[in-house]
């Protein structure tokens, strides 16, 4: 990689180092041409081969320059230096959020919402540009010196991913713990992935620590997979617009406009945010270093042209362009030789600083890690380098060994200078197959064992259409992944066959009350009404099948059900022939006597009905009671004239 005190791309003068991380490192510059500060991130050189990621890395970056922005860094220019990648940005002197949490600030709710506004109003730019973030995380959020909030890496820290750790498993194993569940589950990536991440990252801010800090790299991406982010009271009001955020399903989650909002609205609510604890860059130890040298030929052409108008003069002219030139020549000579001492003297510093302040990196690939640990502990020194872990998966590694070290065996190494060593999570995944879905449970359990994989609990739950013992698929409440750790336990879902459940005793029941009850033991209930005087509205008449029946779950329920007493047709108008025939048509009996007391079977069927009792519209049972003069359960005739 670069080095302190060097000129890169013929333009920027690499002052001091001011970030390390798995995308490459990051310099405090100067832009020699313009006299600016800028910052210059030199991307892995490992990327430099990749063909496929150089293409993607041209045109993310073209569509992230043209993003125009408060909370956004600009980028000055980018390409490529002797086949490595880099981009020119913004320098942000404020830090950024991760140095901010290491260095123990816990923001308060206030701090944590102005960031998140800053984020959100950024992040909304970018969207309307058809541009994902995919990265958000503590370190991309950087502040200027009045602690302006800056987002940085648009699409690097994807790119770098998907190009350097070529597998799923290896990908969420790798930089980023903020990505959304469907990111991790390789599925369609839409704008709300960075509404996740910044749910997560305002968490963490306020709380200090990371919301799904498991003990191992897996159990982080378990927990966000099974359970929404958890935010706890601490963060106050907080709580409610982050946990909506940080739903599991995306089409649960809230939009960057929706959190936005709400986010908005309690700026009112919330006392005004302290100033942050910025964790302000240090300026550069040297402001300049030696500028490269300019053209020869240029110099040569400038000095010629001197030449001719000193000689343009008069012999007084040469004599003093001759002692002018002495003294020149003589100086230069002393020059010289100060800048040959001064060489010399730093060379020798150098060597002896190199004797005292380096240090040697052993040879760590291929040892376990806890012997590499004391293996460095013992060579290097406890507290001389910081060691940064990385946890990867690959074929013919055992568990715990080391496979890669940066820097490389016998390079020297600063005091404070940082190892990465990347250790072996064991083999790679392996990917169920297709063919342990709808087949027998033994048929599936072979399947398994010829993976290396074992059969781990077996949930089943009935089903009409799957035979029994069938598998039906993955339990889905241990195990989401289709791909999973050799020798690891996979829980399968299987059939139980169809449930067969007996029709209750319900004539005489009241609908009301068991029709819920029904439905959700698998019935699929339909209800008849129909006119009955013995019995009340809504009470049970008859059950389709009978009750003792054995079916299965999901089968048809006819309920024939009391529509209460019919009511009396209205008669009037029609001859006493007629009435009789509607009312017996709809079950009803029709007095002999007219109310007047007269014989119908006396007056004749011709005669015009004017009313009855009771009269149209009325409901009356075979039980209820007749007044004086009248039959019971029987309608009574009034008659015109």
Not at 368 to 381: K, L, P, Q, R
Request: aromatic share 6%; proline share 5%; glycine share 8%.
């Amino acid at each position: 990689m670069a080095q302190e005190g060097q000129f890169f791309a013929e333009r920027y003068q690499l002052l001091t180092l001011i970030g390390q991380r798995d995308a490459g490192e990051v310099y405090w510059a100067q832009d020699i041409s313009l006299h600016r500060p800028v910052a210059v991130k030199i991307l892995s050189s490992e990327l430099a081969n990749d063909g496929n990621f150089l293409r993607r890395f041209r045109s993310e970056t073209q569509a992230a320059a043209r993003l125009s922005h408060p909370n956004i860094v600009s980028y000055y220019d980018w390409g490529l230096e002797d086949g490595v990648p880099y981009v020119v940005s913004d320098l942000c002197r404020g830090g950024n959020l991760r140095d901010m949490l290491e260095a123990g600030a816990r923001l308060s709710p206030s701090q944590a919402l102005e960031i998140g506004l800053g984020v959100a109003d950024g992040l909304q730019q970018a969207h309307t540009a058809n541009l994902i973030h995919s990265g958000i995380a503590p370190s991309n959020i950087l502040f200027d010196s009045e602690g302006r909030v800056k987002i940085t890496d648009f699409a690097l820290a994807a790119l770098h991913a998907e190009a350097s750790l070529p597998s799923f498993h290896d990908r969420i194993f790798g930089p980023s713990f903020y990505a959304a569940p469907e990111e991790i589950e390789s599925q369609e990536i839409t704008e709300k992935v960075d509404v996740y991440a910044l749910a997560v990252v305002l968490v963490e801010a306020v709380t200090g620590e990371h919301p799904f800090a498991g003990e191992t790299t897996l159990s982080v991406l378990w927990d966000r997979l099974s359970r929404p982010l958890p935010c706890p009271p601490v963060l106050g009001e907080l709580a409610k617009p982050l946990a909506k955020a940080g739903t599991i399903r995306p089409e649960d989650r809230s939009s960057l406009e929706e959190l936005t909002a709400e986010l908005l609205n309690l700026k009112e609510a919330l006392p005004p945010a302290e100033p942050l604890p910025l964790v302000v860059l240090d300026e550069p130890s040297s402001a300049s270093f030696a500028m490269p040298a300019k053209n020869s030929n240029q110099s040569d052409s400038n000095a010629s042209d001197n030449s001719r108008d000193d000689d343009s003069g008069d012999d007084e002219s040469e004599d003093g362009s001759d002692a002018i030139q002495f003294l020149r020549s003589k100086w230069t000579m002393v020059g010289a030789v100060a800048v040959v001492v001064l060489a010399v003297v730093i060379a020798l510093l150098a060597v002896n600083q190199d004797s005292s302040s380096t240090r040697t990196v052993p040879n760590l690939v291929g040892m376990n890690y806890e012997d590499a640990i004391d293996e460095v502990s013992g060579t290097v020194g406890g507290n001389w380098v910081k060691i940064k872990r990385y946890e990867q998966r690959r074929d013919g590694t055992d568990e715990g060994e080391i496979m890669g070290q940066d820097p490389a065996p016998n390079e020297k190494v600063e005091k404070g200078a940082i190892l990465t060593l990347t250790m072996s999570l064991g083999r790679s995944y392996v990917t169920l197959p297709a063919d342990i879905i709808g087949v027998p449970i033994e048929t599936a359990t072979r399947h398994l064992q010829d993976l290396g994989l074992v059969l781990g609990e077996v949930k089943e739950v009935f089903n009409n259409d799957i035979a029994s013992g069938q598998v039906i698929g993955v339990n889905e409440e241990r195990q989401r992944l289709l791909d999973v750790a050799p020798g690891s336990s996979v829980y399968l879902t299987v059939s139980a066959g169809a449930q067969v459940v007996t029709v209750p005793g319900l004539v005489g029941s009241d609908l009301n009350i068991i029709l819920e009850n029904l439905r959700e033991t698998g019935f699929n209930v339909s209800v008849e009404r129909e006119y009955d005087n013995q019995f009340e509205r809504d009470v049970v008449l008859r059950v389709v099948p009978e009750a003792g029946t054995e079916v299965t779950t999901g089968s048809d329920l006819l309920l024939v059900v009391s529509d209460g007493p019919r009511p009396v047709p209205a008669l009037a108008g029609l001859s006493v022939g007629q009435a009789r025939t509607l009312l017996e048509q709809q079950g009803f009996c029709l007095a002999e006597r007219t109310v007047e007391g007269d014989l119908l079977s006396d007056i004749g069927d011709e005669a015009e009905v004017r009313n009855s009792v009771p009269p149209a519209g009325a409901t009356f049972s075979a039980t209820d009671e007749a007044e004086e003069g009248q039959e019971a359960g029987c309608v009574q005739l009034i008659l015109s004239g």
